[in-house]
């Protein structure tokens, strides 16, 4: 059986991806105290019709003193013949005041002696332990509520490989994301954005490629870049990591490290890899 615990911040969107699970066919069950976590599993897989895909959503609505012993509750479940994943989803706190100042939901950290910023600082420290061993972390600050689905269905519930990878661009003007493990700094390349006729264009487009090709420092980068993925992602899936994301950051994420992602996912996907391609800049 495998059991994905789902956790995150209130906010960013763990019941969007919690019912993108249950679509695909996994029993979901939400806000379930931690401690019955490993009597859950115990129970389910000694049904007659046990459910091969589990998923449980955890979040700071727990007591604090649960929240604390989850490392032990891990390593209880991690005991049990379980297949045990931990997906956490992330926002900026900007974002998060901006949501709930959007839907006027009450943060169910705050109250009369508590502001809704204090109760989202608060939170990110109860829930500390939980990202810190997450196999996954999703930066929700920039993805609507479609793209946040597609890319749990994507990444999480049609995963069907050892190792889930995704390359993706971003603007460093924009800040680094929060959930990239590998981070490629693009930006010592020529850069397009000061030739008037490609600045609308992006990595795209074959004239910007063209534009970067022209410039030898593009190849190398480009072929430094792919030879550290190409060694080196087989001993991350060789070592239980489950998901890798992959970051190429330009200035402004739009041309030299849209280029970049996209050849190295071709190239990657030449060599059999199986990855997803997301643009932050341009996908929104």
């Known amino acids: 059986m495998k059991l994905t615990i789902l956790s995150g911040r209130s906010g960013s969107g ?6 993108a699970l ?9 806000n379930l105290p931690l401690g019955l976590l490993p009597t859950l599993a115990a129970q389910l897989q000694n049904e007659d019709h046990a459910p091969q895909r589990v998923a449980v959503g955890v979040d700071a ?14 390593e209880e479940l991690r005991q049990q013949p379980l297949d045990t994943e931990i997906i956490f989803l992330e926002a900026e706190p900007a974002t998060l005041l901006k949501r709930f100042s959007a ?10 002696e508590r502001t809704l910023a204090d109760a989202i600082e608060l939170e990110a420290k109860l829930l500390a332990d939980i990202r810190q061993l997450a196999d996954l972390v999703i930066d929700t600050s920039n993805l609507d509520v479609h793209t946040l689905r597609n890319m749990i269905r994507q990444r999480v519930a049609r995963r069907d490989v050892r190792l889930s990878l995704l390359i993706q661009s971003f ?25 008037g006729d490609l600045r609308p264009l992006t990595g795209r487009d074959e004239k910007v490629a063209e534009f970067l090709r022209g410039h030898p420092e593009s190849g190398t980068m480009l ?17 239980d990591r489950s998901y890798v994301t992959v970051a190429v950051g330009c200035t402004g994420g739009r041309h030299r490290s849209v280029y970049i992602t996209e050849q190295l996912a071709h190239r990657l ?3 059999g890899v199986p990855l997803h391609v997301r643009h932050r800049e341009l996908d929104g």
């Open 14 to 19: 763990k019941t969007t991806a919690l019912q």
């Open 22 to 30: 249950e679509d695909h066919g996994y029993y979901c069950v939400d």
């Open 61 to 74: 609505r727990n007591l604090p003193r649960q929240l604390l012993a989850f490392n032990r509750i891990i």
């Open 103 to 112: 839907t006027r939901r009450r943060h169910p950290l705050s109250g009369d």
């Open 171 to 195: 603007g460093y003007k924009n800040g680094l994301p929060h959930d990239a493990d590998l981070v490629f700094d693009v930006r010592a390349l020529p850069n397009p954005h000061w030739q």
């Open 223 to 239: 072929d430094d870049i792919f030879h550290f993925l190409d060694r080196w992602l087989p001993a991350y899936g060789a070592n």
């Open 269 to 271: 996907r030449e060599k």
